[in-house]
């Protein structure tokens, strides 16, 4: 069993920050990858920042310069810092998981999603 918790999503004026956090826990044997997806009202669900177990990023165009993706390995937790944020940022925030599981095979995961709201 694989579960992702996240934390850290909420109400913030235009211009502030936040950050977010994700803590994959239970049988996970290794991560390939971990990351964070958005999702609009009315818009497909989108790539935000993603962070390869390699070292490697990669951001959306929209969030580059704002958002920085980090890991912490040993605790298999994953965060984003949002800076600079602005109202287009308002979504539903899902971690992602790209791993094995003890005995298993691989395969991605994710959380229930925390709710971001950027008022102007």
């Known amino acids: 069993q694989v579960q992702l918790v996240e934390s850290g999503g909420g109400w913030v004026q235009a211009g502030g920050s936040l950050r977010l956090s994700c803590a994959a826990s239970?049988?996970?044997?290794?991560?390939?990858?971990m990351g964070w997806y958005r999702q609009a009202p009315g818009k497909q669900r989108e790539l935000v920042a993603v962070?390869?177990?390699?070292?490697?990023?990669d951001y959306a165009d929209s969030v580059k310069g704002r958002f920085t993706i980090s890991r912490d390995n040993a605790k298999n937790t994953v965060y984003l810092q949002m800076n600079s944020l602005k109202p287009e940022d308002t979504a539903v925030y899902y971690c992602?998981?790209?791993?094995?599981?003890?005995?298993?095979?691989?395969?991605?995961?994710w959380g229930q999603g925390t709710q971001v709201t950027v008022s102007s």
């Open positions: 239970g049988s996970v044997f290794r991560v390939n990858s």
């Open positions: 992602n998981a790209d791993l094995f599981r003890i005995g298993g095979v691989r395969r991605d995961y």
């Open positions: 962070s390869f177990s390699s070292g490697t990023t």
